[in-house]
Each structure stands twice: as C-alpha cells, then as structure tokens.
C-alpha cells in the first residue's frame, strides 16, 4: 500500500486547531477526517520527534476547545454538541504518555472553553440553552478544579469536581483570543519544515481516475480542479479553482476522452440560486486549457465508451429550481454538439455515474408534477442521440421505500451477460446490486449499512471493487459474476483508518482510492485470482 503524497500528518484532513506540550514532545491537532464521520470530535497526537502518529481520540461531540496542562503532558479537551435548545457534552483528560483517558459526561451542558489558571487549576466554562423557541440564548456557568497532582484522575472524581460550584459567569468573547484559521496550518507546516519535508492542508479527494499509462486524476472538494500524479506518487501539474468561483463542488465532475489526450472538468458561476457552469477542457499531457463550454444551468456529466457524453441540467441549486430543467446537451470528445435529450427532473438524489459503459445510462423521474422531485419513482433510462428509452425501475424491491438516491456504478459483461453493478441508497442502508441488462433483473445483491462511495471493474471483468466510507471505510473485493465476497479489509495504514471516498481500477491490478483525508491509497488486487488472498498490502 503506497500513500500520495507522501508527506507529514497524513491522517489530518482539515485541522482546526492545535497545540504544543509544554516540553515540546507532543503535538495535538483537532481535525475533521474521522471514520465515524460527521457530528463526532476528533483529535489526533503526534511525536514532535519524528512526526510519527502517537494516537487517535474520537469523541462523542464536536471539539470546542482543547488545551495542553502548563507543565505535564497532559491535555484537556472541551466537547459540545445538540442544538441551541439543547446542549450536551464532555471534559476529557488525556495523558499522552500512557494514552490514558479520563471522560466526564456533562449532561445539559457543553463545555465551551477552558483554562489551566495554573500547574494546579483548571478553569471550565460551561454553556447551557434557555428553552425558549422564539428566541433561544445561552447562558454560562464556570467552576475551577484544583489539584496537586493531574495525573491518574478518574473519571468519577473529575465528574464530581465539575459539578462543584457551578457558578453564573459572564463570558467576554472579545477578550478571549478568537481562533486563528491559519494557525493550525502555519504550525504544521513549521513542524514539517524542521524535518526538512513540506506539509499543507490538502482538501477531501471527490473524484480520481487511473489512465492506462498508471497515471491518476485527481479532483478535490474545496482544493484543486484537476491534479495528475505520476504512478510512483510524484504531481507533475495541477489546475486550480478559479479564483472567481465561490463553490466547493468545482471539478466534482469530469469526463476523461477515450484517448485520454483530455479532461472536461466543471466549474460552478452565478450564486446559489442560479448556478451555470462553465465546462473547461484541459490537456492531460500538462494541464493546458485547450476549449471552454458555458451553460445556463449546473451541469451533471456523463458518458460513454464511444466518446459521447451528456451535460445534463443537474439541478443543483438553493433553494430549488421553479422553471422546466433545461434540456441535456450530447456532445462529441472535442465539444461539438450533437443533439439535445429531454431528461426531466433531477437532483441530488439522481446521481447515476456508470463507469466503463458502452452506452448513455440516466436516472429519470416518473410522477406526477405535484411530486416531490426526491420522491419520484426513478428509472434507469438509456439515452442516445435520437432519445431515451426506459430500461427497468432502480427500486427491486417494495419493501426499499420511496427515498431511493443513485450513486456510483460501472457496467459489466462477463459470462453471466452484460449488467450494471450500482449502488442504491435508503435512509438507513445502501444496497450494491448487479442488475441484468437490460431487463434489470436481479443477479445478485449486498446491504452494508454504510455508504458505498465508489465502484470499478478490474480490466478483465473477473472482479468488482467497491469501497464502503464513514462508518466501515472499508475495501470490498467480489466476484463480479455471482457477487462473492473474496475480499474486505479495513483501509487502515501505519495505525490509521482512512476514510474512502472514490476508487478508479487501473492496468496491471492497481487500485487507487481517494480519501477524506485528502490522500489517494494505491494498492493491488489479486488479478485473474478468485480467493481471497494476495494482491492487497497486508494493512488493508
């Protein structure tokens, strides 16, 4: 298993904020990037020595404040979470040494912000919600803890030392030094660069594809339009986010030429309520922006092995749209139009991306125009330029509800006939099936109660890869045929789980995965193999 890039703090993500012991050893860093996903606090330890990872503390709560004790290694953190009607949280107590854990529930309350007075007093600041729904405030109360020796304190003395005396307090905001959003950033990077490495803040992987020379594509919510990384980890060029564009799905879609000579790439204008994208071509050969299409409305893309693809009228605006979508636009590898399809309603909920198909797949809305566009019953369409044809329902099952979303796919044909393998989910699971083309029915399927955030076929058709995110981060191998499970394993690396957002299958049993983390994973299944053994890093 290969890390790109291979640089320090890979496990990071996005950090918040940060602090130093008081002997220099340790480095805490409140950072998103967790495998439970959203709503969870997270705090990552690291040996100023070597940067080497130390642990990993995942919290109930989002991470308010944290704060190293003036001459122990010792770090208290402060977590809250609810809404402003009502507020809970924790005081955590974390020895570095012996990774050991002290954790007091507050109930009712968040912890805000704390303070070591001194070597012996920690300051708590407590908030709490006034119930009142037509104009909710908080109120705050604080209480000191003191003690002479910090260390293997329990849980139930650090609750019972909290709760005493809760007093009203008045809390200056102004006074207290607000969060520098560069700090965290300059800090690592200064850490890095005592070792002689670079560091910087790299944004959650949204897209990434493997061309046939082992080169990868990369896109980023938040980062970079387009980046191209040699097969051994090296970047040779990146195009960035225009520095006119306000949003962060730029470049959350892209189609890749059959030659692979190119990318079009979007780029989201207007404001919320009125997106249009422009849909830019660059050269794979060193990112040169070679042809630039505009349209009125913000554009899903998608594709076929032939060369068509389709800029459809995605939807994707705040709030909804009030006018008939605009017709989808099938254009040819350089961007010449060849026609216009009538696709319909659509929205988030309508992502279908099929990989390596031969043919124009859409999710299309049937309903009256009094249904919600969530809640019309979706059917996988085939498209060419002279239209659109209805192939089978998404749903196979009664019992899946009406909330059904699309999500990733790749199509396949192999002995048991052609099919697309896709994800569908509900409100509380997502299903991986493989559908038979094109009647739709059912070859086989799997529930996972986490989402599955990327799909890909191995170059010989004989396995189906799918990686499962937030809540597994898990790496699926099946047999593409019968749906056999031949291999899973969590994404972990050198003591972290990574959590996977995309996967592209490259040549020669290469398999990259992009990350929340903002890393790719590039690792190998068992080519041409059918057991479960072999092909991946040991760690996966």
Not at 4 to 26: K, L, M, N, Q
Not at 204 to 224: I, K
Not at 263 to 278: F, I, P, Y
Not at 323 to 339: D, K, Q
């Amino acid at each position: 298993m290969h890390l790109i890039p291979d640089d320090p703090f890979p496990e990071i993500g996005h950090p918040y904020t940060t602090d130093v012991s008081a002997d220099g050893r340790w480095i805490a860093v409140n950072c998103s990037g967790g495998r439970d996903g959203l709503g969870r606090g997270r705090v990552v330890v690291y040996r100023a020595g070597d940067l080497v990872l130390w642990d990993e503390i995942v919290l109930e709560h989002s991470i308010e404040h944290l704060t190293f004790h003036p001459v122990l290694p010792l770090l208290a953190v402060g977590t809250e979470g609810g809404d402003e009607f009502e507020l809970r949280g924790g005081l955590h107590l974390y020895e570095v040494e012996t990774r050991r854990r002290s954790d007091v529930v507050v109930a009712g309350r968040g912890v805000t912000y704390l303070r070591w007075r001194d070597a012996r007093h920690l300051e708590v600041t407590f908030a709490r919600s006034v119930t009142d729904f037509d104009d909710p405030v908080l109120t705050y109360t604080r209480s000191v803890v003191g003690r002479d020796d910090w260390r293997g304190l329990t849980a139930d003395v650090l609750a019972t030392q909290v709760s005493w005396p809760q007093v009203p307090a008045e809390v200056d905001w102004g006074s207290i030094e607000g969060p520098d959003l560069d700090q965290p950033r300059r800090c690592l990077a200064g850490f890095a660069a005592e070792k002689g490495r670079a560091w910087a803040r790299r944004a959650g992987t949204s897209l990434v594809e493997v061309l046939g020379d082992g080169r990868m594509l990369v896109s980023a919510e938040g980062g970079a339009l387009v980046e191209c990384w040699s097969p051994d980890g090296v970047l040779q060029w990146a195009v960035p986010v225009p520095d006119d564009s306000p949003f962060l799905r730029n470049g959350c879609r892209w189609y890749v030429t059959p030659d692979e000579e190119s990318v079009w790439a979007t780029v989201l204008e207007g404001d919320s309520a009125n997106r249009r994208t422009l849909v830019r071509r660059f050269a794979l050969a060193d990112g040169a922006q070679l042809a630039e299409l505009r349209y009125d409305f913000p554009v899903a893309i998608a594709s076929r092995t032939d060369g068509a693809w389709v800029a459809r009228d995605s939807r994707e605006l705040f709030p909804g749209p009030r006018w008939p979508p605009y017709e989808s636009v099938v254009l040819t590898p350089s961007g010449r139009r060849l026609a216009t399809l009538a696709l319909g309603e659509c929205g988030s909920s309508f992502d279908f991306p099929v990989r390596r198909s031969p043919h124009l797949f859409f999710l299309y809305g049937v309903g009256g125009a009094d249904v919600r566009v969530e809640l019309l019953e979706k059917w996988v369409v085939r498209a060419d330029p002279g239209g659109t044809e209805r192939l089978f329902p998404l749903a196979w099952d009664d019992s899946l509800g009406p909330f059904l979303r699309g999500g990733p796919a790749v199509y396949v044909d192999d002995e048991a006939g052609p099919g697309i393998v896709h994800t569908c989910t509900v409100r509380d699971a997502t299903h991986l099936v493989r559908r038979a083309y094109p009647g739709g029915a059912v070859v086989w399927a799997h529930r996972f109660d986490a989402q599955v955030t990327g799909v890909d076929v191995d170059a010989h058709g004989g396995f189906v890869h799918a990686v499962l995110g937030a809540g597994a981060c898990e790496l699926l191998t099946l047999r593409a045929a019968d749906g056999t499970v031949v291999r899973r394993g969590t994404l972990t690396h050198d003591g972290h789980v990574y959590t996977p957002t995309c996967l592209s299958a490259g040549p020669e049993g290469v398999l990259v995965i992009g990350t929340v983390e903002g890393r790719l994973i590039r690792t190998s299944y068992p080519a041409g193999r059918s057991d479960a053994s072999g092909g991946a890093d040991s760690s996966s």
